[in-house]
């Protein structure tokens, strides 16, 4: 019988108690858990909200290196008949995040018992999935305490084989925003659509409009998605709708993109208020930066990569995938990458279930590039 990994029981663990965003109470303790039961003698802790900062001090250091991870689930019903599948029936990590939080103890541990010369800030970051962390916790008083010097991420991929990282210099992951557009007319009888003002008429309408924003208000050489993910509105089959709601996403490769595609979206919703004799109301929700990796440090991640015969390197495009690690890459140099875990199911799906091996590899890989770069 082959021995299981501790950072892969780890991750089964983490993978049956999922919690959304500011509400990762049991994840934050089981977090704390682990890291308190490590020798104690060159380590902080400091918790922020939901989420955790552990520095690492470093046998001779001239600089602090973040390594960041998210800790929060997804508000999915599992389908993948896992024996370790949620125990929370209506929440999920289909993201890979309980990936993300074992390689993130697997490196901790390691750095603990392996002292490279620098310091070492570790980020376990909640809210990644909703309403944003990154954001907030880049802007806390133990962050601007510990502020690194560089930082590095990763995500897991279901598409890429285990044993490999895709990568790229500039820009990886788009900017994102969520949309929400509620629409308010006059309810009524179905026998009497004259004396009423539709709303189901006007969302469906709507959604047509928001969908030439693409074809004629952006570059055809830029890339811009909109894509509406669920409408709402009425409440039985005879009674005309008084209200109705228009769920989506906004996604561009430029931040100039992002401010142009919003202010179509008021231009059109406005029209829509003449139009149909309605009133309306948007709002953006969470709203990320785009994920832009440092073209030296991404550079020389790929450089050792490739001297690595464990790992393959890909050269991969960038996605309209969003990620609010950006806003600390914004503001620190560094980088995020794919990680390889070969899965039939996609990101966000009820069956993503990603192959366990890819653990141990990336907490292999990052070790040696941590101590390649804390020398």
């Excluded at 599992?78 to 103890?105: N, Y």
């Excluded at 995500?155 to 210099?169: D, F, R, T």
Aim: hydrophobic share 40%.
């Amino acid at each position: 019988m082959s021995i299981v990994s501790p950072f892969v029981n780890i991750r089964r663990e983490l993978h049956q108690i999922p919690e959304l965003g500011f509400q990762e109470f049991k994840t934050q303790q089981y977090l704390l858990d682990y890291i308190y039961s490590l020798p104690q003698e060159r380590l902080q802790i400091k918790t922020w909200e939901t989420g955790i900062f552990v520095k690492i001090k470093g046998a001779n250091p001239s600089k602090t290196i973040g390594y960041r991870t998210d800790i929060d689930g997804l508000p999915i019903i599992e389908e993948t008949g896992l024996s370790f599948s949620s125990v929370h029936t209506d929440r999920m990590h289909a993201c890979g995040h309980d990936f993300h939080m074992a390689i993130a103890l697997g490196v901790l541990s390691h750095v603990v018992y392996h002292p490279i010369n620098d310091d070492l800030l570790f980020i376990f970051q909640p809210a990644e999935e909703g309403p944003g962390g990154a954001a907030p916790m880049l802007q806390s008083d133990i962050m601007k305490e510990w502020m690194p010097d560089m930082i590095m991420a990763l995500h897991i991929a279901p598409e890429y084989p285990v044993g490999s990282i895709a990568v790229k210099e500039g820009l990886l992951f788009a900017n994102t925003s969520e949309l929400f557009i509620d629409l308010k007319g006059k309810g009524g009888h179905a026998a009497y659509p004259h004396q009423t003002n539709d709303m189901i008429i006007a969302a469906c309408s709507l959604v047509g409009q928001l969908q030439s924003i693409i074809s004629r208000n952006v570059d055809p050489l830029d890339s811009a998605v909109i894509t509406v993910g669920k409408i709402t509105g009425g409440t039985v089959q005879n009674i005309i709708a008084e209200n109705a709601r228009i769920e989506g996403t906004i996604r561009t490769l430029s931040p100039d993109s992002m401010v142009k595609v919003k202010s179509r979206i008021e231009a059109i919703v406005k029209g829509v208020e003449v139009g149909y004799e309605c009133e309306t109301k948007i709002d953006y929700g969470c709203m990320y930066h785009q994920v832009y990796n440092n073209e030296e440090l991404t550079k020389e991640l790929m450089e050792f990569a490739r001297a690595d015969e464990k790992m393959n390197v890909i050269e991969c495009k960038e996605a309209m995938t969003g990620e609010d690690f950006g806003y600390m890459l914004k503001e620190i140099p560094g980088f995020m990458f794919w990680l390889g875990v070969d899965s039939a199911y996609g990101l966000h799906h009820a069956k993503l279930s990603p192959t366990e091996d890819a653990i141990e590899k990336a907490i292999s890989f990052i070790t040696g590039y941590l101590s390649y770069k804390g020398k």
